[in-house]
């Protein structure tokens, strides 16, 4: 599995799946390099990650995204933590990412050292957790 800062010519992958960002948006997530491709040995996209940074200072992880069959594999822990060492080269000692309640991806952050520090609630949308690791 490879880890690849997306270029445009991902921006199509990108807009065709992710269903969370604003279209007028992509591009300047992608040349900001906030935004990871993953692919498989043979080179193919099985999934991306896009992060930014909450209060313009504390780099949050906004979506990681694993195709079905790829998943349960360690391909999304590979992720988080090689994203976690950049954020700590960078000289970021912190990190946060969310999840909703309903799903499971809660349980997968905190085996990865993340903590509970908080929620969202959205009117007709279920609680959104909000979490946070020290790197």
């Known amino acids: 599995m490879k880890?690849?800062?997306?270029?445009?010519?991902?921006?199509?992958?990108?807009?065709?799946?992710?269903?969370?960002?604003?279209?007028?948006?992509?591009?300047?997530?992608?040349?900001?390099?906030?935004?990871?491709i993953l692919r498989n040995e043979e080179n193919k996209?099985?999934?991306?990650?896009?992060?930014?940074?909450?209060w313009d200072n504390t780099p949050f992880m906004n979506l990681?995204?694993?195709?079905?069959?790829?998943?349960?594999?360690?391909?999304?822990?590979?992720?988080?933590?090689?994203?976690?060492e950049l954020m700590k080269q960078r000289g970021f000692k912190f990190v946060m990412t969310s999840t909703l309640a309903n799903e499971e991806?809660?349980?997968?952050?905190r085996k990865l050292g993340y903590t509970d520090s908080g929620c969202l609630l959205l009117e007709n949308e279920p609680l959104e957790i909000i979490l946070t690791k020290s790197i």
């Open 3 to 36: 880890i690849d800062y997306s270029t445009e010519a991902d921006y199509e992958y990108i807009i065709e799946r992710d269903r969370h960002i604003l279209e007028s948006l992509v591009i300047s997530k992608i040349k900001g390099n906030e935004i990871f």
């Open 45 to 54: 996209n099985i999934g991306w990650m896009r992060y930014g940074y909450f």
């Open 64 to 84: 990681l995204w694993i195709d079905e069959e790829y998943r349960s594999n360690g391909i999304g822990r590979k992720v988080v933590l090689y994203w976690e």
């Open 105 to 109: 991806a809660q349980h997968f952050y």
